[in-house]
T-cell receptor, first 115, second 113 residues
Framework: AQTVTQSQPEMSVQEAETVTLSCTYD???????LFWYKQPPSRQMILVIR??????QNATENRFSVNFQKAAKSFSLKISDSQLGDAAMYFC????????????FGTGTRLTIIP | KAGVTQTPRYLIKTRGQQVTLSCSPI?????VSWYQQTPGQGLQFLFE???????NKGNFPGRFSGRQFSNSRSEMNVSTLELGDSALYLC????????????FGPGTRLTVT
């Protein structure tokens, strides 16, 4: 069974600074997808970024980028130029590429932005 | 395009009762998944439906069931409610069943007293 581990329950960063959230996962599969989801206090889960395991290039979405290390099974999220609106719970998630829609989530990292 | 909608948003039930939650996916999306979110267990997968068929089920007791209609709307039902069923129930839809992002609804907050 796949597992996802987020070892940082809480993180804080000064506004406009850069922060990196860590995620490791365990799987025996070679083809899969990884995601970062953001859940603000309003509770609506929002997709931040996704990475296909077969792609070597790290995904980037505006201020959000990932560092995907397949051999190390590591998938960290970097947020640049942090903004107050980035404050939220961030969840790392894994999904098999074998047609199984199940997302396996980590326990989340609560990110606080300090003005 | 409208997002995933869930009704009701909040619900209070008594132990032993049953409850039905509804999810309307994004227009054109055919896959609907359900998740339970609690402080203790985090986010756990309940089941996924695609074209009215349950494709995958998480490790939950048989009291948890669901279905999907021809218009892709989905319902989940919990019978004989227990205090531990208090949770935020999230629904997510995706365009197809492979390789597409899941988009989440706002959730239904269920409280069992």
């Amino acid at each position: 069974a796949q597992t996802v581990t987020q070892s940082q329950p809480e993180m804080s960063v000064q506004e406009a600074e850069t922060v990196t959230l860590s995620c490791t996962y365990d799987t025996s599969e070679s083809d899969y997808y990884l995601f970062w989801y953001k859940q603000p206090p309003s509770r609506q889960m929002i997709l931040v970024i996704r990475q296909e395991a077969y792609k070597q290039q790290n995904a980037t979405e505006n201020r959000f980028s990932v560092n995907f290390q397949k051999a190390a099974k590591s998938f960290s999220l970097k947020i640049s130029d942090s903004q107050l609106g980035d404050a939220a719970m961030y969840f790392c998630a894994y999904r098999s590429a074998r047609g199984n829609e199940k997302l396996t989530f980590g326990t989340g990292t609560r990110l606080t932005i300090i003005p | 395009k409208a997002g995933v909608t869930q009704t009701p948003r909040y619900l209070i039930k008594t132990r032993g009762q049953q409850v039905t939650l509804s999810c309307s996916p994004i227009s054109g999306h055919r896959s609907v998944s359900w998740y339970q979110q609690t402080p203790g267990q985090g986010l756990q997968f309940l089941f996924e439906y695609f074209s009215e068929t349950q494709r995958n089920k998480g490790n939950f007791p048989g009291r948890f069931s669901g279905r999907q209609f021809s218009n892709s709307r989905s319902e989940m039902n919990v019978s004989t409610l227990e205090l531990g069923d208090s949770a935020l129930y999230l629904c997510a839809s995706s365009l197809k069943s492979r390789g597409y992002e899941q988009y989440f609804g706002p959730g239904t907050r269920l409280t069992v007293t």
